[in-house]
T-cell receptor, first 113, second 115 residues
Framework: GDSVTQMEGPVTLSEEAFLTINCTYT??????LFWYVQYPGEGLQLLLK?????DKGSNKGFEATYRKETTSFHLEKGSVQVSDSAVYFC????????????FGKGITLSVRP | DTAVSQTPKYLVTQMGNDKSIKCEQN?????MYWYKQDSKKFLKIMFS???????INETVPNRFSPKSPDKAHLNLHINSLELGDSAVYFC??????????????FGSGTRLTVV
């Protein structure tokens, strides 16, 4: 079945550091890929998405490129802020209308001033 | 004008009780979901309804029963609550747009604590 693997956390960075969070996936067909963010005490928010190979999703300075050859969707940001501290989830959804959104385990990012 | 709203936000109850969590979406989406998030933040889908019809039913104890009176509502009823049911439960909705996927919109969660 479909699965998403995220790098182990937590991750602690200083403000303005470069961020990479790795995500790889296993899926049949051509899934859509997502990054969701969960700020403390809140629900999940869609951060960015990509629906086909070589698509780049971007939002709020975050980017991720759909790499079919490496089955990856790594999240990057050039300069993190304290306000980026949250839990980040990589997810995929199969092409069928009735397929489900499958999440990775999530990784906690803490950014210190 | 909250897109996906869940009630209550917090729920503390004793073992053996029966409780319900309600979810409503005003986005006009056709599909709604319940997810369970455990203490390690892991998210697992429980149920999915499309236009009031059950389409995903993961391996969930039958003490959990979803009900969708219309496509804007998906409630979760839990019988005979157990300690292991303590978690945060998220409702979500989505609208597939042809081959494109807009993404899910999540509610803010219901933190259930069974004592």
């Amino acid at each position: 079945g479909d699965s998403v693997t995220q790098m182990e956390g937590p991750v602690t960075l200083s403000e303005e550091a470069f961020l990479t969070i790795n995500c790889t996936y296993t899926a049949t067909g051509y899934p859509s890929l997502f990054w969701y963010v969960q700020y403390p005490g809140e629900g999940l928010q869609l951060l960015l998405k990509a629906t086909k190979a070589d698509d780049k999703g971007s939002n709020k300075g975050f980017e991720a490129t759909y790499r079919k050859e490496t089955t990856s969707f790594h999240l990057e940001k050039g300069s993190v802020q304290v306000s980026d501290s949250a839990v980040y989830f990589c997810a995929l959804k199969g092409p069928g209308a009735n397929s489900k959104l499958t999440f990775g385990k999530g990784i906690t990012l803490s950014v210190r001033p | 004008d909250t897109a996906v709203s869940q009630t209550p936000k917090y729920l503390v109850t004793q073992m053996g009780n029966d409780k319900s969590i309600k979810c409503e979406q005003n986005l006009g989406h056709d599909t709604m979901y319940w997810y369970k998030q455990d203490s390690k933040k892991f998210l697992k889908i429980m149920f999915s309804y499309n236009n009031k019809e059950l389409i995903i039913n993961e391996t969930v104890p039958n003490r959990f029963s979803p009900k969708s009176p219309d496509k804007a509502h998906l409630n979760l009823h839990i019988n005979s609550l157990e300690l292991g049911d303590s978690a945060v439960y998220f409702c979500a909705s989505s609208q597939d747009a042809g081959q494109g996927v807009i993404g899910y919109t999540f509610g803010s969660g219901t933190r259930l604590t069974v004592v």
